[in-house]
Each structure stands twice: as C-alpha cells, then as structure tokens.
C-alpha cells in the first residue's frame, strides 16, 4: 500500500514567486492535515481537510497561504507570494476516522522543503 | 498556553547504550501524549501513544515512555540503542481546540549513535 506522497521532495524559489505543494493521501483516508517546521522548530498545524471541506484552517498564517482538497483526494498548498520566513518544512498527514476516535493513526508523508530566496 | 518542551535537540549515545529523551507539557486538560519518530528522509512515525490507563506505554522498536502527571512529563526510553535508532525525535500532545489530531509539537531532539 502507498504511504501518503508529497511533490516536490524540495522547491527553491525567490521572494516574491509562487509555489505549489501537492500531497497525495493514502486511498480512502478522508482526514488530511499540514503540518510545517519552520527553521528547525516545533512542528506547527495549518490545517485539515474532511474530504474536500476545509474542517479547520487556524493555523494558516495568512492570506499568502491557499489549500484545497478538490474532490476530497489529493491536496494542494499554494504560497502566493512567497516570503522569505516561510521557508521550512511542509508535512501533510492522512488518517482514516478512527472508532472511537483514540484509534485514529495519522500517517506522514515524507515534507516538501522549501527555500525561499 | 499550550505547548511542548524537548531540552534536548541533540543526544549522542554509544550502540548498546541506554537511552533517555526528555518531554514536558504543558495543557490544561488530560493529554493525549505521543512520541513520533523521523528517519533521514522519511515521514515521521507513531513510535506511541498515550490516553489513559497504565502510565507506561509500550511502543514499537523497543521504546516505552512514562506518563507523569505530577511532572508533566512523557519521557521515551529504550534499554539498548541501535546504530538504526538515529533520527529525529518529536514528543506530541493532543489534541487541542478540538480535532483529535490537531497535535503540538516539540522541537524534537536529534539522536546521533556511535558505533
């Protein structure tokens, strides 16, 4: 079975630019999240996804940061403009509901890193 | 406010050595607590996880961590460490403002092993 997959592994960009972040989940997950470590830090929650509705989006910094989910499968993470803090790593998450809920397990994917020049 | 503190980010320890990581918490209800795992380019992996019961977890790999609530702490351990053991390790608490995997993470804490 796939683990869940992130595209690209690692994006270099100048300030200013705009970058798109993919990740595929595992089949039949309907949980997503982002995640993101910024300079070696804490790992920090941006948001998660049931199918395709964005569940919660409290962590998203600003209006720079754009995700969807179409069609509930894979999700997209737009940085437009890109500013140079924020650079770090990005994780995406999947899980299947879990009953009860305890018994969730959330798998990750591997991050995209991304350097904002 | 809520959050989780690893003092350590890096731990170097010999093969076959016991081993030690350290987290405390803070959060204002019954934590969820959890110890992921990141290996050199991979995601990170669910080492364990505790909710209630007996305060000691047993994970996979050989790890186990101790729950102490009047330290506020979730400690992982392992008897002998292995050459493959060395990642990065990040302590959890969860969930929080609802959402059983919104989790706060540590910092981490890098474990390098010598041969």
């Known amino acids: 079975e796939a683990g869940v997959t992130q595209f690209p592994s690692h994006s270099v960009i100048e300030k200013g630019q705009t970058v798109t972040l993919r990740c595929d989940p595992i089949?039949?997950?309907?949980?997503l999240y982002w995640y993101r470590r910024v300079m070696g830090k804490e790992i920090k929650f941006l948001l998660h996804?049931?199918?395709?509705?964005?569940?919660?989006e409290s962590g998203m910094p600003n209006n720079r940061f754009l995700a969807e989910r179409t069609g509930g499968t894979y999700s997209t993470l737009k940085v437009q403009p890109a500013e140079l803090e924020d650079s770090g790593v990005y994780f995406c998450?999947?899980?299947?509901?879990?009953?009860?809920?305890?018994?969730?397990?959330?798998?990750f994917g591997s991050g995209t890193q991304l350097s904002v020049l | 406010a809520q959050s989780v503190t690893q003092p350590d980010i890096h731990i170097t320890v010999s093969e076959g050595a016991s081993l030690e990581l350290r987290c405390n918490y803070s959060?204002?209800?019954?934590?969820?607590l959890f110890w992921y795992v990141q290996s050199p380019g991979q995601g990170l992996q669910l080492l364990l996880k505790?909710?209630?019961?007996?305060?000691l977890v047993q994970g996979i790999k050989g790890f186990e961590a101790e729950f102490k609530r009047s330290q506020s702490s979730f400690n992982l351990r392992k008897p002998s460490v292995h050459w493959s053991d060395a990642a990065e390790y990040f302590c959890?608490?969860?969930?929080?403002?609802?959402?059983?995997?919104?989790?706060?993470f540590g910092a981490g804490t890098r474990l390098a092993v010598h041969p």
């Open positions: 998450a999947s899980s299947l509901a879990g009953t009860p809920p305890t018994n969730e397990k959330l798998f």
């Open positions: 959060y204002g209800a019954t934590p969820y």
């Open positions: 505790y909710f209630s019961g007996d305060t």
């Open positions: 996804f049931v199918k395709e509705s964005k569940q919660d």
């Open positions: 959890a608490v969860g969930p929080f403002s609802g959402g059983y995997n919104k989790l706060i």
């Open positions: 089949s039949g997950h309907d949980n």
